[in-house]
């Protein structure tokens, strides 16, 4: 068989995963995201104690699980996560993501809302930006980005 034949038949196949690898993204996508709100301080003190509360609701009229809260590393590198409320089932870190999650896997009816609170301690002075997504079962996942100046410095 000449080259021609080969690249092509290599780019076929190439061609024909690719597309396939498109339709599973494109079926696997677009469930029900959950509505959040994100409540926090524009300005902590250094050392402080502060909370943030998510509130996150059920706009649709089935069920839809509240399956995780992920939040960007880059965010979390400047707070202390003391506890929080409700207490998640699990939690793990996402390198690859650069994320932390924090699982719930709680099923929210059609209106229902639920309020997660985090309690946190500010740790590095300055302006820190990151994203809260609250996910759902399928991991569609509705984003909140926060932006928090730390004011203070070390003792």
Not at 40 to 68: C, K, M, Y
Not at 72 to 93: H, I, N, Q, R, W
Not at 127 to 140: L, P
């Amino acid at each position: 068989m000449n080259r021609f034949w080969v690249g092509f038949a290599v780019g076929t196949v190439a061609g024909a995963v690719l597309m396939l690898l498109l339709a599973i993204v494109v079926a696997t996508s677009g469930g029900q995201l959950l509505e959040v709100a994100l409540h926090l301080p524009d300005t902590v003190e250094l050392g402080q104690p502060f909370e943030a509360r998510l509130t996150i609701r059920n706009t649709w009229q089935e069920d839809v699980q509240f399956h995780s809260v992920d939040v960007d590393d880059g965010l979390l590198e400047a707070f202390d996560v003391e506890g929080m409320d409700p207490e998640p089932t699990d939690s793990m870190s996402l390198p690859i993501l650069d994320q932390y999650s924090w699982f719930f896997e709680r099923d929210l009816q059609p209106d229902e809302s639920i309020e997660v609170w985090f309690y946190l301690v500010a740790v590095t002075a300055g302006r820190h930006v990151g994203k809260f997504e609250v996910c759902n079962a399928t991991q569609d996942c509705a984003a909140v980005v926060a932006t928090v100046f730390v004011t203070g410095s070390a003792p």
